[in-house]
């Protein structure tokens, strides 16, 4: 997938000052983003180029692209503000066996580290849809939609041990499922699945220290839990 091109600090300028505005000419535009005609010319045109500005009758506005782009902005200081990811961890039950499916990680960050699934959610994708989608990806099993259950959310910061910086900033749907078919994929480039009981589970000696809310999330609905967790540059 291509990367979109890169946004010039003007042309920056001149989304974010047609976010207060429906639509303005050109020069109206200039005045108000404070650019000499020649430069706001070529960086107007370029984007229009890109499907960042529409122009009808004359005058400019956001397209949606543009829209969606420019209200991602620090208005205060013109760049984008970072967001947390949203994610999933999942959670397939053996009600037969009691056993749920973990995962231990192979690839970095937390190399070597087992835990509970999990699967970032895609834009436009609900997240029972990306439940079904990642579970499919990562260990070869068939669910359906209907058959995953919500039960919660967690927000997870995550900050360096030594130096106190923020690394990690995520926000987990807690998604629970019983029913499922298919052979387990037991490895995969970056991981290796594995059932486990409980007890099991609590005796490996890397686990996320999310794990304690994890396992509330197989026997009942979590609701709504936010902390802060630290890890060490050994770790992370």
């Known amino acids: 997938m291509a990367h979109e091109a890169k946004i010039h600090e003007a042309q920056t300028k001149i989304l974010r000052d047609l976010l207060f505005v429906k639509s303005l000419r050109f020069a109206d535009l200039v005045t108000v983003t404070g650019l000499e005609a020649d430069h706001a010319k070529f960086h107007i045109k370029r984007l229009v180029e890109l499907g960042y500005l529409d ?3 004359g005058k400019y ?3 949606v692209k543009g ?17 947390p990811k949203s994610t999933c961890f999942l959670i397939l039950h053996d009600t037969k066996t009691g056993k749920v499916l973990l995962q231990e990680r192979l690839k970095n960050p937390y190399y070597g580290f087992w835990g509970f ?18 579970t499919l990806e990562e260990t070869g099993l068939v669910t359906s939609p209907k058959d995953w259950k919500h039960r919660g959310i967690y927000h997870e910061i995550v900050k360096h041990e030594e130096t106190g910086e923020i690394v990690e900033d995520k926000i987990f749907h807690a998604m629970y499922c019983e029913e499922f078919s298919g052979k387990l994929m037991e490895k995969f480039e970056g991981g290796r699945n594995f059932w486990a009981t409980t007890e099991e589970r609590r005796a ?7 794990i304690e809310v994890e396992e509330r999330a197989v026997k009942r ?3 709504f839990v936010e902390r802060v967790d630290t890890y060490g540059a050994d770790e992370f």
């Open 61 to 63: 506005a956001l397209s």
């Open 221 to 223: 609905n979590i609701g």
């Open 117 to 134: 699934y999990t699967g970032k959610v895609k834009w436009g994708e609900s997240i029972y849809e990306t439940a079904v989608r990642e």
């Open 55 to 57: 122009r009808k009758s």
């Open 204 to 210: 490996y000696p890397k686990t996320y220290k999310s």
């Open 67 to 83: 829209k969606e782009y420019a209200n991602k902005l620090d208005t205060d200081d013109n760049t984008i503000e970072r967001q």
